[in-house]
């Protein structure tokens, strides 16, 4: 008990536990929709490209750096998004190539002048250290943003899930749709960087939603579960963090991890079960009755 | 059952040439679809078949030539079985209702279907008799109740025009002939179908139309029309005989064996 209130008289700690919690549940929500989409590898290729975005900016207005990585990331995820379709190169392709120079550039650039912002260390593994009030804001903002966004496209967003193409000729405007997703995506990304970190934002864009996904079979359920285990992952990855002293973001990964891990065993076991005994298959209607 | 195409026109394609990426699969095609049109398009594998279906759709753009068609027209589409991951998390319900979209003059759905939604969801399952599966997550479905949940989910847009790609591919014979009532009941509705087939016995004989396609369109009509020796040769590149069996073609290759594709992957 003590373990847990102590840190908790630390204003610091309680704004790294907030910003930690909501940005678990963020990137599990928003997750949900990159896993199921398989587009895991594209959250890895954003948060480098920002980190560039972000690199570069501060050299020249510092105090608008978060606005130009942001900026710098929209820009990447669309061109990204844009790069795959018109061309045969493939998603994966476009990420590699986008990304990675940017991050390069990022990494040059931190090497030549330094930066004004958050240490090189703390961009990369999140830290818990430093958090702005106008970092709180902006990162309540763009949650608000995603769940309004999610609430507002939910059919059309879930029909370019599953089957984009009959979407497409189903009335949905799923270019515009991909895009909307791909600019929350940024934001969500630009909005947890500082408390993950560069390299660990993926993970968290990924881990919750393959858990949620191991739990239920319902898309809603899916989302509800996928930011509860964020938010776990995020609240406990903290307090790990300060005891073990160690950058946020690995531990709130490992917690996330071990949650993945713990479900991974009882889903195995269950599914186990399953295939030893119940068969799911329903056996076709008589046909009599069917098509009236 | 008409359905050569007659009443007024949907979709009007005048000299098209369609494929992907500069590569031209569909030469000079000229087809008027009517409101009152029920046709399989027919041909062998890599034909350009689907590639007719998508550009109907408006999926691909045709390289050249021109496409009309009307105002606001409905379309609805079921794709093949295997296009989509049925590990997705979603219920036969859920994948339903997903195709509605804001009613007129509505900015957006609420993400969970109200009252009036969820019935006439549920009314066009219990049409398609897969009602009791309604909460069922989509991997836990038949070849042939997942056909039906895409036909529910077509019919709940209440489509003018209703494009099929191999809608009886990988199902059982009965849910074949559910597929063909049905559709049947929906084009005396006034729906107009258009289907691709490799099934020429099971499904294609059974149609009032036909378009016989092989990168050209070789021919059109109804079975009775279409199905003979010259016209199949010239489509499938084989020759193949065909026999009356109580009014309807059949459809046999040299080698006795039976054209009918379909049936090889029922067995």
Partial sequence: MEAILEPLGYTFFLKGL????????LLGFIGVYIVLRGMSYIGHGLSHSIFGGFAAVQLFATQFYILGAGLWGIASALAINAVSKRSRLGADAAIGVITTASFALGVALFARFGSSGPSFENALFGSILGISVEQIVGLVAVSLLAVIFVFVRYRALLFTTFDPDVANVSGVRVGRVEAQLMIILSLSILATLTVIG???????????AVVARMVTDSFSRMLAWSTAVGTVSGLVGMYVSYYAEVPSGTMIVLVGTAIFLLVFGFAGSARRRKSAGLDAHVEPVPSSTAAR | MTGTGVGPELIRLIGVDAGYDHQAVLHDVNIHVHEDQFTGIVGPSGSG??????LLLGIIRPMSGSIDQIEDLRTAYVPQLETVNWDFPITVLECVLMAGQPAHGRRFTLPWGNAREKASAREVLERLNIAQLADRQIRQLSGGQQQRMFLARALYRQPQLLLLDEPTSGVDVST??????????????????????????????????????????????TPEDVIRPEVLEKTYGARMEVLE??????????????VDRASQVEA
């Fill in chain 2, 49 to 54: 078949k689907t590639t007719l279906l998508r």
């Fill in chain 2, 245 to 258: 069996h109580l009014g309807m073609r059949v459809v046999v290759d040299d080698g006795g064996e039976r």
């Fill in chain 1, 18 to 25: 907030l910003v930690a919690g909501l940005s678990g549940a």
């Fill in chain 1, 198 to 208: 560069v390299t660990l934002v993926a993970a968290m864009l990924v881990i919750p």
């Fill in chain 2, 176 to 221: 074949r002939h559910d597929v063909l009532h049905l559709l049947g009941d929906l084009h005396e509705d006034g729906v107009a179908i258009i289907l691709t087939t490799h099934d020429l016995n099971g499904m294609a004989a059974h149609l009032p139309h036909l378009i016989c396609v092989n990168h050209h369109v070789i021919a059109d009509g």
